[in-house]
């Protein structure tokens, strides 16, 4: 809109949806080289921080897609925030740091639907560092405690998606979907005896996974 109505010129082009759009790319791909030397440094110092950007400059990838209007890059970044994020919720266990790790996973799932693996990903990192602990004590009140932390993450991951699909049809009866892929269908199968729970999300994304899934089993969407 803003475009529209500048007087044609410099500013006018400037302006353009395209250009603003890779240059939002742009930003995100340069604050993705700032996390990843911030987290290399704090892990083994400046110099391990530096040499991190600098392979990450020079990444044929990032490279490619560093100034395209895609979502490759908005989930290349947001999975390495997330990561990140978990990396320094586990150093110092906190609402604070539990709840930015809750807000970059929800993030992530609304860049793009393959940010939903990062689920299974955060719980097997966080199982892989405590089982190899030389000092791992397993005890209900430890149990109990990551248990809350985990049901943190969800909570806020799902305010967020929900926020971002502005509520659209949230708390959907399992039995009202329409699934197409074979995965879903399965679910929504096995769970036949549940067909009157409510969702806790918004229609179109679980839509969107299942339509996903489909096309990439079916290639349906492709040529």
């Not at 010129?9 to 395209?18: C, N, R």
């Not at 997330?82 to 604070?96: D, I, K, M, N």
């Amino acid at each position: 809109r803003l475009a529209r109505a500048l007087a044609p010129g410099f500013m006018s082009a400037a302006w353009q949806p395209e250009r603003i759009g890779r240059l939002a790319t742009i930003l995100l791909s340069t604050l993705i080289g700032y996390v990843l030397y911030r987290w290399a440094a704090q892990w083994y110092g400046p110099f391990s921080g530096l040499a991190a950007l600098f392979l990450y400059s020079l990444e044929p990838n990032i490279l490619a897609h560093a100034g395209l209007m895609t979502t490759d890059i908005y989930i290349a970044g947001l999975a390495a925030l997330s990561v990140y994020a978990f990396w320094r919720f586990l150093e110092h266990p906190s609402l604070g740091t539990g709840l930015v790790g809750g807000l970059v996973l929800g993030l992530s799932q609304l860049a793009k639907y393959t940010g939903v693996f990062l689920y299974p990903l955060l719980l097997l990192l966080h199982l892989g560092r405590t089982l190899g602990r030389r000092r791992f004590v397993f005890n209900a009140r430890q149990v109990a405690r990551w248990a809350g932390y985990a049901l943190l993450f969800l909570v806020i991951s799902l305010a967020v998606i929900n926020l971002g699909f502005l509520l659209n049809r949230t708390f959907t009866p399992l039995g009202d979907y329409e699934f197409r892929s074979d995965v879903f269908q399965g679910i929504q199968s096995l769970l036949s005896f549940a067909r009157g729970l409510p969702l806790p999300l918004p229609y179109p994304y679980l839509e969107g996974l299942d339509l996903v899934r489909h096309a990439d089993r079916t290639g349906e969407s492709y040529g």
